[in-house]
């Protein structure tokens, strides 16, 4: 093959994780939520982060796409590295941040318009208008949903279902084409054929995005995720493959957790 | 009790049903302070029915609204009640233009971009403008707003519309804001911040989002600062002037439905005359319009609104 520096350069960003964590800390004021965390996620795969209530594993999704700037007395040290930029410089601009790495929350929260103006909405405040009937379907299809939605897009969202609403919310992300999507415990208000439904979903995405999700569900970590990190009292426990997390931990405290003794 | 016959359970509670007469009066006094707004709101509307119905037997409704000229003190009498409505409207149109962006983009600074600090003082002050007499309105306007506006209109009048207008704009601007941001505050910040997470910067949040999402509320509090502007009266009546006119400049003098009310409530016109009926013509007319007003709040409420868990 014929050198080229671009060939190269994709090697190499193939190899490279996407996000790398480097000793972050998180404080609310004074109070430690998060604590030298460091770790990387390897691209197009999925990582989940589990953990006790209250041990901070939503802080840290959060602060990967810069959602805790909302948060005025959140502070953030430590470096966390998108393709090699940092995510914290001055000159990184947050709404660039999000526009790259999207976001699923705990609840479904669909904008109150139509399902199609929900996917439309990222790409049409970003300028794109061309194609975006292509664009809306496009991912709708990758959430899994066009198929029930199609006939009534401009139904009102709240018209659906929690389950499909939360795909919807999925498909306003994907419409963003980002790289990463962070997922905040998206199944937590939703029943077990709909949860069911997600998972398999995020086997399809996997193969073009970036998946981390928080959950406090561990059969799902360990159904969905090729990585596992083990968070506790704002502490990064155990982070490795899954298999090895959830068979062979190397700490007595992930295999008190993950078989179930607390938490 | 669980293995107790039915019969058994019955007569345990059969025969204890005792009148409570304590219950009773406070019932009925309740019932009473709840029936006397809705009566006094009843015997307003009956007066105000039967005087406008006298003075609709000497002049026709068909002069009294159609017609374009209010002269019913001076002869020729005339009762073409549009100048005094082209008036309140003249007002109202002013005070809107002002009070309603500028209410509502303080809501939105409040509720979306102002420190808690900042939100801590204005808010506060806010409540202070609210809580000021209409007729201190009414004489800042004639004696600070019409100089301001004379100097750099000289050809304005002492009294005028613009004066008035904007005065009741600061009167009805603290509600505005109020109601508003209100509504902005009941958008969860879960919508929020799935608008954030799309890359969303906080002037589309805003706009595109929350805005949006409380279109009801914002328009109730519009339609209701637009019915409370339509019923202003110590400040039009001190700075608009007391000329019915048919004008829409506002440098000039007018007067509105309100002013003409108490101009005849307190001048020397005998009572049971015709010219004395013509104010519960005009206050029905008055009436009627707030109450559409009120109805169309209603039914935009009802329209857009989006229940939120």
């Known amino acids: 093959m014929e050198y080229t520096p671009n060939a190269d350069q994709e090697i190499s960003e193939n190899e490279q994780p996407i ?69 914290y410089s001055e000159e990184t601009d947050p709404v660039d941040v999000r526009r790259k790495i999207g976001m699923v929350f705990q609840k479904p929260n669909p904008f109150p318009k139509s399902i199609f103006s929900n996917v439309a909405w990222g790409p049409s405040i970003n300028g794109y208008r061309e194609g975006i009937e292509d664009r809306v379907e496009k991912s709708l299809r990758r959430a899994a949903l066009w198929e029930e939605v199609a006939d009534r897009l401009h139904d009102s969202a709240s018209s659906l279902s929690g389950g499909q609403q939360q795909r919807l919310c ?49 059969q799902q970590a360990a159904r969905v995720s090729d990585y596992t990190a083990f968070l506790e009292s704002g502490k990064l426990v155990e982070f490795g493959e899954t298999d090895q997390v959830f068979t062979r931990p190397r700490h007595n405290r992930t295999e008190e957790y993950v078989t179930g003794r607390f938490g | 009790m669980t293995n107790g016959s039915p019969e058994n359970t019955a007569s345990l509670l059969v025969g204890k049903v005792r009148f409570h007469w304590k219950e009773e009066v406070i019932r009925i006094a309740l019932f009473l302070c709840a029936i006397l707004s809705v009566a006094t709101t009843l015997s307003i509307v009956v007066v105000l029915a039967t005087e406008a119905f006298t003075f609709f037997e000497n002049v026709s409704l068909g002069e009294f609204l159609l017609g374009g000229r209010w002269t019913p003190l001076l002869v020729p009498r005339s009762f073409g009640v549009l100048p005094l409505v082209c008036g309140t409207l003249l007002i109202v149109a002013g005070a809107a233009l002002i009070a309603l962006p500028v209410g509502l983009a303080t809501a939105v600074y409040l509720g979306e971009y ?14 202070v403008l609210a809580g000021i007499p209409t007729v201190v309105y009414g004489y800042f306007a004639l ?43 009941a958008v969860p910040l879960s919508l929020r911040q799935g608008a954030y997470a799309l890359g969303a910067t906080s002037f589309e949040v805003t706009t595109r989002v929350v805005v949006p999402a409380s279109l009801s509320g914002v328009v109730a509090s519009f339609v209701l600062a637009l019915s409370r502007a339509i019923g202003e009266t110590m400040a039009v009546t001190l700075a608009a ?52 007003m009120n109805v169309i709040a209603h039914r935009v409420l009802r329209r857009f609104r989006e229940v939120y868990e």
């Open chain 2, 241 to 292: 002037g007391a000329t019915p006119r048919m004008t829409i400049n506002p440098l000039e003098s007018i007067q509105t439905m309100t002013a003409y009310i108490v101009q005849v409530s307190l001048g020397d016109t005998p009572a049971g005359s015709v010219e004395y009926q013509t104010i519960f013509a005009v206050a029905a007319l008055l009436f009627t319009i707030t109450l559409m």
């Open chain 2, 114 to 127: 102002a420190p808690d600090r900042v939100r801590s003082i204005v808010k506060p002050v806010l409540e």
């Open chain 1, 19 to 87: 996000l790398q964590l480097e000793d972050v800390t998180i404080r609310y004021g004074d109070v430690p939520a998060v604590q030298n965390v460091s770790l990387a996620i390897a691209r197009q795969q999925i990582t989940s982060i589990i953990g006790p209530s209250g041990c901070g594993k939503s802080t840290l999704l959060r602060a990967l796409n810069r959602m805790n700037d909302f948060i005025p007395e959140a502070n953030i040290t430590g470096r966390i590295l998108y393709m090699g930029a940092e995510l």
């Open chain 1, 170 to 218: 999925i498909a306003r992300a994907l419409a963003m084409e980002p790289e990463v999507i962070l997922m905040d415990e998206p199944c937590s208000a939703l029943d077990p054929v709909s949860t069911a439904r997600i998972e398999d979903l995020m086997f399809e995405l996997k193969k073009r995005y970036t998946i981390v999700i928080v959950t406090h569900n561990m």
């Open chain 2, 143 to 185: 004696t600070f707003v019409t100089p301001l506006i004379r100097s750099i209109f000289p050809s304005t009048q002492i009294f005028n519309a613009a004066s008035a207008s904007i005065v009741v704009s600061i009167m009805v601007l603290p509600m505005v804001a109020s109601l508003c941001d209100d509504s902005l505050r």
